[in-house]
Structures are given as C-alpha cells and as structure tokens.
Nanobody, 121 residues
Framework: QVQLVESGGGLVQAGGSLRLTCAPS????????MGWFRQTPGKEREFVAA????????NYADSVKGRFTISRDTAKNTVSLQMNSLKPEDTAVYYC??????????????WGQGTQVTVSS
C-alpha cells in the first residue's frame, strides 16, 4: 500500500507562512492524484486542495484560494502545500491524501498521519 508522511506543521502567528510536505514511505506518488485536507475537533474533515497525477490541474477550497498553493515535485517525489497569509481559522490537523483516480471532497484511497498547524492571533 501507499504510505504517506506529512511534515512541516507548527505554530505561527497570523499572517505568517508554513510549507507542508507529503512524502511516500512505501512507493512513489507517480500516477496518483494528491490532496490536502484538514480537521478540527468537533468539525467535519474539510477539503483544502488537490492536484492531478501529472500536476497539470489543481483545485482549492474557496476559503484558501489565493493563499494556499499545492504543487508536485517529480524529482523529489513529494507534494507540498504552501500556506501563506495564515489565519487563526486555518488551525487544524492537516492530512495528505492519495488516490489512484481522483481526489474528491471526501478524500482518497490513502491517508497520512496528519500534522498539526496552529495559527495564533
């Protein structure tokens, strides 16, 4: 199976930036659609961003458009989420997801363990 590991989470002040990275530990991410989701205790898992298997198509939640950027690095076999102009409401555990076909608003076939992002006021 595909094993995903997220990194890059942490504590930042509002207006700051973080870059999350998703890397495989079992096999390459080639030919997989990838996405990022986030979840806060008491709330449903929320779609954040997705990128197609070839990196040519992206999709973002309205709440992060213009602030977050998802990208693939084929050479490093990683997927990243650049998070700029962070807001306290962005605070959540962020999860990386992979799917053999497509990332939907519900998620994908495989999930990482999550990384905490905390944005202070």
């Amino acid at each position: 199976q595909v094993q995903l590991v997220e990194s890059g989470g942490g504590l930042v002040q509002a207006g700051g930036s973080l870059r999350l990275t998703c890397a495989p530990s079992g096999r390459t991410l080639s030919n997989y659609a990838m996405g990022w989701f986030r979840q806060t205790p008491g709330k449903e898992r929320e779609f954040v961003a997705a990128i197609s298997w070839n990196g040519r198509s992206t999709n973002y939640a309205d709440s992060v458009k213009g602030r977050f950027t998802i990208s693939r690095d084929t050479a490093k076999n990683t997927v990243s989420l650049q998070m700029n102009s962070l807001k306290p409401e962005d605070t959540a555990v962020y999860y990386c997801a992979a799917d053999k076909v497509v990332i939907t608003t519900r998620g994908g076939d495989y999930w990482g363990q999550g990384t905490q992002v905390t944005v202070s006021s």
